[in-house]
């Protein structure tokens, strides 16, 4: 039997807020809530929820307007720069535990939730935020994928670097400065040859997710990987820029990426 989720993720920049925190300027959260809304992902993982001590009633607000069940949050080791997973629980589709690392040993966290599957027992939702700057701290992060290298996984997130495959960003006019570390693909390839499979290959789709100006390296940042799911293959795969319905600005500094995911089940 064949099984099939929809898949997102977004880096909605500093919790789709402007202004700070005490701003109430929620509009561009509001315009990314509803464009989640419109894709109906059964799996969402959110970076950058910077919330504040409204974190736990703004993450329930967001699973209400989205129809999650499933909702939680790992919280970042800095800046406040919490991950958040959502699931669209139905029948033979359930989170069991929350299995986050929270401990230090990321920059920001991992956010982990392990699901119940009907016919595939158990697999964990991975969502990444790697470190930003620190090339070696980020290859640190990528090599803990080889924890699921015999577990069934779906990883998503933002990488902060470069993919290592399908990728071939156009460097020219930026000082070396400013784009070594996002050029090192050495943190994409660990996963690779851990197992995980980058849902952009498949459809031999290399659309940038951030650098939409000329000040910046235009780059795949953001994707969603999967690991150990029987017969899997990529569907539906598309970067969406995410953009406010009247004025047409960006809602975040990165685009939203979505994939329809299907593997084999057996037949409980």
């Not at 699931?87 to 989170?95: A, D, I, N, T, Y």
Request: proline residues 4%; hydrophobic residues 40%; aromatic residues 4%.
């Amino acid at each position: 039997m064949q099984l099939r989720f929809r898949i997102a993720t977004w880096n909605i920049k500093a919790g789709g807020l402007d202004g700070g925190l005490d701003s109430g300027n929620d509009a561009r959260l509001k315009a990314q809530i509803a464009i989640l809304a419109d894709l109906g992902a059964d799996l969402v993982g959110l970076q950058e929820a910077k919330w504040g001590a409204r974190s736990n009633r703004t993450l329930n607000q967001i699973a209400h307007a989205l129809g999650m069940t499933g909702r939680t949050m790992a919280l970042s080791n800095h800046h406040g720069c919490h991950l958040v997973q959502l699931v669209r629980e139905r029948p033979g589709l359930r989170v069991l535990e929350e299995r986050h690392d929270e401990s230090g040993s990321y920059w920001h966290a991992l956010g982990v939730l392990r699901l119940g599957i009907d016919g595939l027992s158990e697999v964990d939702l991975l969502n990444a935020h790697l470190a930003p700057s620190s090339r070696s701290r980020r290859l640190q992060e990528a090599e803990s994928f080889a924890l699921w290298k015999s577990t069934p996984a779906i990883a998503c997130g933002d990488f902060n670097a470069v993919a290592a495959a399908c990728d071939d960003p156009d460097t020219d006019g930026l000082a070396a400065i400013h784009i070594e570390s996002k050029l090192d693909e050495r943190p994409a390839v660990v996963m690779e040859r851990t197992g995980f499979k980058d849902a952009a290959v498949p459809v031999d789709d290399p659309t940038p997710t951030v650098g939409h100006d000329k000040d910046h390296l235009a780059y795949r940042c953001d994707r969603i990987l999967w690991a150990n799911l029987p017969g899997a293959k990529i569907i539906n795969y598309q970067v969406i820029p995410g953009v406010h319905p009247t004025s047409g600005d960006r809602l975040s500094d990165h685009d939203l990426v979505a994939a329809d995911l299907e593997f084999e089940v057996g037949d409980d």
